[in-house]
Structure formats: structure tokens, C-alpha cells
Nanobody
């Protein structure tokens, strides 16, 4: 029943922007918090965002802070990752997942991933 599907990846030049989408089905945002991860070839999975339930805020990890922003369309049950000022080191497969709470263990549900490639 629970499914997540990312889209919007592609090839861009350094300094350009992309917006990724994560379409959720089988649950609503009041049940699970959605977060984002990425994984570059040969490297460990890296967190992009997580949700702090105690104060209902989104935390961004240092590597993307100030450049990436998460938003949501409640009616469409879709979460977006706006990526600005992209750098070659942002090249990775990007995943959305749920639930993602700061300090928690691995999420139960994952999307299939979407490739983002940033050329120099």
C-alpha cells in the first residue's frame, strides 16, 4: 500500500537548479514524515533532511543547508526538494523515504531513486 516515487532528476551545469518530486501513496503526512537522502557512487548514503517532531521543524544537513529547500503539496500528497546552486559534488542518486525523524533508525519505505548529475 505504501509507495514513494521520485522524479525530476537530470543533467545540469554547476550553478543551475533542479526540483525533485516525491509522490507518496498509501499514507498521509500526518502519519509519516518524509525525508531525503542521496548516495554517490562508491560512497555511503548521506542524509539531506530529517524532521524534528518535538517542534515540528525540518532540519537540513550541513552539506546542503542554504541551497536545498523542502516543500509539500498536501492536496497532491507530494514532497518537493528544490536544489539551487548545484555543485559537482551534489552528483548522486537521490531518494525520498519515510518515516524520517532526526536521530531515528533507517526508514521503512523508500523510493526507487532519481539520478542527479552536475557537470563542472
Amino acid at each position: 500500500e505504501v509507495q514513494l516515487a521520485e522524479s525530476g532528476g537530470g543533467l545540469v551545469q554547476a550553478g543551475e537548479s533542479l526540483r525533485l518530486s516525491c509522490a507518496a501513496s498509501g499514507f498521509t503526512f500526518d502519519e509519516y514524515a518524509i525525508g531525503w537522502f542521496r548516495q554517490a557512487p562508491g560512497k555511503a548514503r548521506e542524509g539531506i533532511s530529517c524532521f524534528v517532531s518535538t517542534n515540528q521543524t525540518t532540519h537540513y544537513f550541513d552539506s546542503v543547508k542554504g541551497r536545498f529547500t523542502i516543500s509539500e503539496d498536501i492536496a497532491k500528497n507530494t514532497v518537493y526538494l528544490q536544489m539551487n546552486s548545484l555543485k559537482p559534488e551534489d552528483t548522486a542518486v537521490y531518494y525520498c523515504a519515510a518515516p524520517v525523524y532526526c536521530g531515528s533508525s533507517s526508514p521503512w519505505y523508500w523510493g526507487q531513486g532519481t539520478q542527479v548529475t552536475v557537470s563542472s
